[in-house]
């Protein structure tokens, strides 16, 4: 079946502006992450949701980050009034549920570039 | 200190050897552990979990000592393939508030 997809795949973006990333999770996996990952680094946790309950967003870098998902479907991860700092790849993940036993499947990632 | 080390390498091996990477991890209450593999510019995708007894994967073997905080990962017979950067990964399960770590990872090269 289809795996997790994330779009853009690239980003390039002025500092200041506005994002949004959007990942597709797999069908039927009801745990969702966002990581991020500057270059040359490991995975930065961000904020994972669970089923309908609150998500955990202790993550979040800043204020100007914040998250959707609606349902068990379609999660948006928003960045405000980008910075330099910002630019990374950011990788989203699924998972059955949020049993710590579960794999996560990754997407590709969306590259964001800030200028 | 972080809360999963690793060595970030590179480790530069040839071919038909067999290489080791630990992890160590801070959290006492760290339920459950898996090594990733992520190529390239690549998303990182599960190699193995880590049982507590130890397990087995065609040339992969990953150990888990509890006691001393640390995993292991070894692989044998390399090949030119297994090039690629090793995450190590714990999980702090649902104990107040589920929490996964990626250790930033080991590099592998492995040479003809």
């Known amino acids: 079946g289809a795996g997790v997809s994330q779009s853009p795949s690239n980003k390039v973006t002025e500092k200041g502006k506005d994002v949004e990333l959007r990942c597709d999770p797999i069908?039927?996996?009801?745990?969702l992450y966002w990581y991020r990952q500057r270059l040359g680094q490991g995975l930065e946790f961000l904020i994972y949701?669970?089923?309908?309950?609150?998500?955990?967003k202790s993550g979040l870098p800043s204020d100007r980050f914040s998250a959707e998902r609606t349902g068990e479907s379609v999660s948006t991860l928003t960045i405000q009034r980008t910075q330099q700092e910002d630019s990374a790849v950011y990788l989203c993940?699924?998972?059955?549920?949020?049993?710590?036993?579960?794999?996560?499947?990754f997407g590709p990632g969306t590259r964001l570039t800030v200028t | 200190r972080k809360e999963v080390e690793q060595d970030p390498g590179p480790f530069n091996v040839p071919e038909g050897a067999t290489v080791a990477f630990n992890c160590t991890y801070s959290n006492s209450a760290s339920q459950s552990f898996f090594w990733y593999r992520q190529d390239c510019r690549k998303e990182p995708k599960l190699l193995m979990s880590?049982?507590?007894s130890g397990n087995e994967d065609g040339r992969f073997t990953a150990q888990l000592n509890r006691a001393s905080q640390y995993i292991s990962l070894l692989i044998r017979d390399s090949k030119l393939s297994d090039s690629a950067t090793y995450l190590c990964v714990v999980n702090l399960g649902n104990t107040g508030g589920f929490k996964t770590i990626f250790g930033a990872g080991t590099r592998l090269f492995v040479k003809a």
């Open positions: 069908s039927g996996h009801t745990a």
């Open positions: 880590v049982y507590s």
């Open positions: 993940a699924s998972s059955l549920t949020l049993r710590d036993t579960h794999e996560q499947y």
């Open positions: 949701f669970q089923g309908n309950s609150a998500p955990d």
